[in-house]
T-cell receptor, first 112, second 116 residues
Framework: DGGITQSPKYLFRKEGQNVTLSCEQN?????MYWYRQDPGQGLRLIYYSQIVNDFQKGDIAEGYSVSREKKESFPLTVTSAQKNPTAFYLCASSTTSEQPQFFGPGTRLTVL | AQSVTQPDIHITVSEGASLELRCNYS??????LFWYVQSPGQGLQLLLKYFSGDTLVQGIKGFEAEFKRSQSSFNLRKPSVHWSDAAEYFCAVGGSSGCSNYKLTFGKGTLLTVNP
């Protein structure tokens, strides 16, 4: 079955540590995205990538970093510079601009 | 800049009743419009999409939405709600030109509660 996988489902981190969230897709989609979701805030775009080896900042990129070395993978690193990292993180992918985005199951990150 | 407003934070309906969730958008060109549904702790599932053509769009699970350009609205409807429809619903707008193609702007969501 084609889809998007995110791991782990739950992640705990101590303050001051960097942590990397995994996102893999086997849909052969060119574009991939990372969103952050907070209660009552909807989804906010962190980073997106249209093609391999290229990515752009979204609306709330500060304290985050990404890489896109393979078409299937778009890992997100939450750095210690992110002041309030506790949130639900969603990865998505799409083929082209005229197709909708499909979402993974999400990773809930909690900073202890 | 594009934006989406979902005026209702929380709606409660009885099972079997009709449902309408409101969505208003702001976008300077022809928008792409979407409705997604999210169950607690899960990812988002696409219900339906509007790109062009017929302004009444049919989706999965018996949902439909109507695009009204004059009102900048894309309201979601269902004639008879089932208990399993209880979830959070998100409206999103995307661009039809340039880099904004790849960027969706989401509303803050409407939480639907279904009473038996």
């Amino acid at each position: 079955d084609g889809g998007i996988t995110q791991s782990p489902k739950y992640l705990f981190r101590k303050e001051g540590q960097n942590v990397t969230l995994s996102c893999e897709q086997n849909l052969n989609h060119d574009a991939m995205y990372w969103y952050r979701q907070d209660p009552g805030q909807g989804l906010r775009l962190i980073y997106y990538s249209q093609i391999v080896n290229d990515f752009q900042k979204g609306d709330i990129a500060e304290g985050y970093s990404v890489s896109r070395e393979k078409k299937e993978s778009f890992p997100l690193t939450v750095t210690s510079a992110q002041k309030n990292p506790t949130a639900f993180y969603l990865c998505a992918s799409s083929t082209t601009s005229e197709q909708p985005q499909f979402f993974g199951p999400g990773t809930r990150l909690t900073v202890l | 800049a594009q934006s989406v407003t979902q005026p209702d934070i929380h709606i409660t309906v009885s099972e079997g009743a009709s449902l309408e969730l409101r969505c208003n958008y702001s976008y300077g060109a022809t928008p792409y419009l979407f409705w997604y549904v999210q169950s607690p702790g899960q990812g988002l599932q696409l219900l339906l999409k509007y790109f062009s053509g017929d302004t009444l769009v049919q989706g999965i699970k018996g949902f439909e939405a109507e695009f009204k350009r004059s009102q900048s609205s894309f309201n979601l409807r269902k004639p008879s709600v089932h208990w399993s429809d209880a979830a959070e619903y998100f409206c999103a707008v995307g661009g039809s030109s340039g880099c904004s193609n790849y960027k969706l702007t989401f509303g803050k969501g409407t939480l639907l509660t279904v009473n038996p």
